[in-house]
């Protein structure tokens, strides 16, 4: 089957039609499920125009930016707006592009920094291989109204995959990114840093499943790129990262992790004692669980497991974690298949990501994945995956937090389309916003909702 078919396969589960109010099935007296603990939401307007896709929600000290990617033809625009107490700004225009790689889950990204300038990132499809992309770069120091020229992040300039890039902030005012890289082979270019000597991760675990299952069906065989030097002659997928200064100057391009999943996302999060890292690591055996690693002093440490769900297939799920951190408290949200069935979990930890708890199961009876998770300010989180419902997919939230697992509230429905990608969550002051996107009568929509703080239950 064709390599690109396979990748997306997953995502054909994946859009949403209208928000909806609560939906409790699925609860039992065991799991002591609250179901008054989940705030209202409602639809609110978007600033994006119809036609669009592709939303992303990030955060800074002035509150929730919304991305989203407007497409005439082959052209693809990164256009953004930022939420203000009166409303949107008046959407701004990133860059643009034909060559851009772009689709419902591995979405372009604009983040305001520390010190109020704006950097965002994208794919853009490059020359030497059917999926070769570079990560791009762009910097505004005015609010987006211009932004610099386009640069590329990483210096090996090599034809490789490059996918799934996620920014960060520094405590110390600059900025970074990871991806999963395809094409770079060599050591980290920071003075005095080398690769990571990793043990086979995962490499003795005896359990697990054979095979796809819950919509995996289709990524067999995506386990390894047509390049040499790998595993059974297949090059690796590695998971790397740059840093760069407040003045945009990159300071190190650094290893994480030399063996990772073809096409899961990478998710970041800042806690009070630096920077954290998830994705969806591969073992020699093919294991293909989710961990975390630290930047510490300019180094990432030894990637460790979330947590050891054992899950054995042979192919990318096309589906990576979700993190979220206020100080050094860390949630981190994923998927995984159990006793042939597809899961949603979330783990917290309250050490800044050196250990997690015991995982808490968020889906009643199946799920698709796609998750993602929000940190609250009474340390609780908000967390969101698609369920599966008599053959449908919803998008669904639940609250999560310490003696608390709240009844599910669905967020919207969700119907076939690999346009749709999943449901973003974010949170600023006293709003929770969440956004996505929905495909009416052929028309792609970007789609909000919020909820009110102040109105959930105790």
């Not at 996918?163 to 991806?179: I, M, P, R, T, Y």
């Not at 119907?415 to 749709?420: E, F, K, L, V």
Request: with cysteine; charged share 20%.
């Amino acid at each position: 089957m064709n390599t690109t078919s396979n990748r997306w396969m997953l995502a054909a589960a994946v859009a949403a039609l209208s928000v909806v109010g609560w939906s409790l099935s699925g609860r039992t007296a065991a799991e002591a499920q609250q179901p008054e603990a989940m705030p209202a939401v409602v639809p609110i307007p978007s600033p994006a125009i119809a036609g669009a896709g592709e939303p992303q929600l990030t955060v800074s000290s002035r509150g929730v930016l919304l991305s989203w990617v407007e497409h005439a033809g082959s052209k693809a625009t990164l256009r953004f707006a930022e939420r203000t107490p009166t409303g949107w700004t008046v959407p701004r225009t990133v860059a643009s592009g034909d060559d851009w790689t772009v689709n419902g889950i591995d979405v372009p990204s604009v983040q305001r920094l520390a010190n109020g300038s704006l950097v965002a990132s994208w794919l853009r499809k490059a020359v030497g291989g059917m999926h070769a992309n570079s990560v791009q770069l762009s910097y505004s120091s005015n609010d987006g109204r211009t932004w610099m020229p386009s640069f590329t992040a990483h210096n090996d300039k090599r034809p490789g995959e490059r996918l799934f890039a996620s920014l960060f902030q520094l405590l110390d005012g600059g900025f970074g990114l990871v991806w999963l890289d395809g094409g770079a082979k060599g050591p980290a270019t920071a003075a005095g840093s080398a690769a990571p000597q990793h043990p086979a991760q995962g490499g003795d675990h005896g359990r697990g499943h054979e095979g796809g299952r819950q919509g995996h069906e289709g990524h067999q065989g995506r386990a390894g790129h047509a390049a040499p030097g790998g595993m059974g002659g297949m090059a690796n997928m590695t998971l790397r990262s740059a840093i760069f200064s407040g003045a945009l100057k990159q300071t190190a391009e650094l290893p994480v992790d030399p063996r990772v999943c073809e096409c899961c996302s990478t998710a970041t999060a800042v806690t009070s004692e630096g920077v954290l890292v998830a994705y969806r690591n591969r073992s020699d055996d093919e294991i293909r669980d989710i961990y975390v690693a630290r930047l510490q002093e300019g180094r990432w440490s030894e990637p460790v497991p979330v947590h050891a769900d054992n899950w054995r297939i042979p192919g990318c799920p096309v589906n990576g974690p979700a993190l979220s951190a206020r100080g050094r408290d860390v949630a981190v949200a994923w998927y995984t298949v159990k006793e042939e069935q597809g899961r949603a979990y979330v783990a917290v930890s309250g050490d800044a990501g050196k250990s997690f708890g015991t995982p808490i199961r968020l889906d009643d009876g199946g799920s698709l994945g796609q998750v993602d998770v929000e940190m609250l300010p009474d340390g609780s989180a908000i967390a969101t995956w698609i369920e599966l419902v008599d053959g449908r997919s919803q998008f669904r939230a639940r609250r999560i937090g310490q003696r608390l697992r709240s009844a599910p509230l669905t967020i919207a429905a969700a119907t076939a389309g690999r346009t749709g990608g999943g449901l973003r969550t974010a949170h600023h002051g006293d709003e929770l916003l969440f956004a996505w996107t929905d495909v009416t009568n052929g028309t792609r929509h970007v789609r909000l909702a919020a909820a009110r703080l102040s109105g959930m239950p105790r």
